[in-house]
């Protein structure tokens, strides 16, 4: 499995404090049969982190790895803040792209609002980055009205939802709203989003096999990621055995 979106870099954000903990958690992915980590760190007016900063972490962390014998590779990202991408330069943006591809992670606000999202995503994309948006599941706006994502969908944005969402670390109202975007068809990739190896674990499998998708598992945390991080075609989402007819959003995700 690829994990797109993951905090393992040590003692810039939010995530591992120390190498040790960064190794700690990278054995916890292997152990999942993750294969490839894209070190998203924040990139936010909190943790004002840079590209050249990121790349360093990245290598040290890569040769820790070889020494340790951990078959998993980190490759380079960022978990862009929308506040933030109007002051970030040109070219130090690109570097901050997934992996080096044409990709940006892109995270929504926690808040009841996201007003200008649109312009932000069309913004990145006039400047030639493609844009896939973190956990939308847990953005409050995005709940008030889903209409929102399926706009930015539609307009060549992909999305990236936590596995965790799905079975229940954020509440039920994300675990609900999270299956209800994969029933949709307004996701396109599921990611550890892991902060650890205990508290914010790097899963993704196990997840999906707790939910009614798991015959997608290959197509959102293999196919999709690998064809983002090498700016390939993105490829068709696999036919699901049945499809249920659903009910209008209104039903039970209607503005609140």
Excluded at 28 to 47: D, F, I, K, L
Excluded at 99 to 114: A, K, N, R
Excluded at 151 to 165: E, F, Q
Excluded at 170 to 189: P, T
């Amino acid at each position: 499995m690829i994990d797109l979106h993951s905090h393992v870099l040590p003692g810039i954000d939010d995530g591992p404090a120390t190498i040790e903990d960064s190794i700690a958690l990278v054995r916890a992915a292997e152990a999942t049969g993750t294969r490839v980590m894209v070190a998203t760190s924040h990139v936010s007016w909190r943790y004002p982190n840079d590209a050249a900063t990121i790349t360093r972490l990245t290598d040290e962390l890569n040769k820790r790895l070889g020494e340790e014998g951990i078959a998993v590779e980190i490759r380079p990202g960022a978990e862009i803040a929308t506040t933030r991408t109007e002051e970030i330069a040109p070219d130090e943006l690109k570097r901050l792209r997934l992996g080096d591809g044409p990709w940006v992670l892109l995270e929504p606000p926690f808040t009841p609002i996201v007003a200008g999202l649109d312009a932000v995503v069309a913004g990145l994309q006039r400047a030639g980055h493609r844009v896939v948006l973190a956990h939308p599941e847990r953005c409050p706006a995005l709940h008030r009205d889903p209409q929102i994502l399926e706009s930015l969908v539609r307009n060549g944005v992909l999305t990236s939802i936590t596995a965790g969402s799905l079975v229940g670390r954020f509440g039920g109202e994300v675990r609900r709203f999270a299956r209800r975007l994969l029933e949709q068809d307004l996701v396109h990739n599921v990611a550890s989003d892991a902060h650890d190896a205990i508290r914010r674990p790097p899963g993704m499998a196990g997840e999906l096999s707790e939910t009614r998708f798991s015959e997608l598992a290959d197509w959102l945390t293999n196919a999709v990621p690998a064809a983002i991080l090498d700016g390939e075609e993105i490829p068709a989402r696999p036919a699901r055995p049945i499809e249920k007819q659903m009910r209008p959003w209104r039903v039970r995700f209607g503005r609140r």
